[in-house]
């Protein structure tokens, strides 16, 4: 599967950005979905994923009560809506997808999701 990202931008704090992750080549519902994001000298994180079905999310704890994941399956896109950014939400998103076999309804480890889009810059000025 294909995953374009896109959404990102220069915003404020406070602010709010929707990314959006197009996918193609593929079944769009046979896969996981989730973000990730890497701010300049960090490790990537986890942001937010959600399952096959879309019943059942998961985030990080900062981004809580900020942050909404969610997919539509009639337009093969998955959504991030971004509220209330803070500067230390500034890195590069990036949309992911996988199928592999997990214990875990919404994994948090990058190894299980083997589809990866190109990123979309997020920078939050203060």
């Known amino acids: 599967v294909q995953l374009q990202a896109s959404g990102g931008g220069l915003v404020q704090a406070g602010d709010s950005l929707r990314l959006s992750c197009a996918a193609s080549?593929?079944?769009?519902?046979?896969?996981?979905m989730g973000w990730f994001r890497q701010a300049p000298g960090k490790e990537r994180e986890f942001v937010a994923g959600?399952?096959?079905?879309?019943?059942?999310?998961d985030y990080r704890d900062s981004v809580k009560g900020r942050f909404t994941i969610s997919r539509d399956s009639a337009k093969n896109t998955m959504y991030l809506q971004m509220n209330t950014l803070k500067p230390e939400d500034t890195a590069v998103y990036y949309c992911?997808?996988?199928?592999?076999?997990?214990?875990?309804?919404?994994?948090?480890?990058?190894?299980?999701?083997?589809?990866w889009g190109q990123g979309t810059e997020v920078t939050v000025s203060s």
């Open positions: 959600i399952t096959r079905s879309g019943t059942m999310t």
């Open positions: 080549g593929r079944t769009f519902d046979n896969y996981r």
């Open positions: 992911v997808a996988g199928d592999l076999r997990s214990r875990i309804s919404v994994p948090r480890n990058p190894g299980l999701y083997q589809y």
